[in-house]
């Protein structure tokens, strides 16, 4: 299976968005630290089968949000993001 058969967007993550921001943000918009790019959660792309959920910039690629569970915490790490407008 090729790497973009398992892209999905932002939708998909939107209960996990929801659970950790304690808002919807799939129309939130968002600003790509690597092109500028702005668009909303939910055109950005989704890998989920990987360690964690990896989203990436739609134009260039970039990754801009990486989210990681465990068992007692998780980690977010939104340094690929220069904004993530919560509304």
Request: aromatic fraction near 4%.
């Amino acid at each position: 299976m090729e790497m973009r058969d398992i892209v999905l967007d932002g939708n998909a993550i939107g209960g996990l968005m929801q659970e950790l921001f304690g808002a919807d943000l799939t129309a939130a918009p968002c600003v790509c630290a690597g092109c500028g790019a702005r668009d909303e959660l939910a055109r950005l792309d989704v890998y989920v089968h990987a360690p964690g959920v990896v989203v990436r910039c739609h134009h260039c690629e970039s990754v801009m949000i990486r989210i990681v569970r465990g068992p007692t915490r998780t980690w977010i790490d939104l340094s690929g993001t220069n904004a993530l407008e919560l509304g």
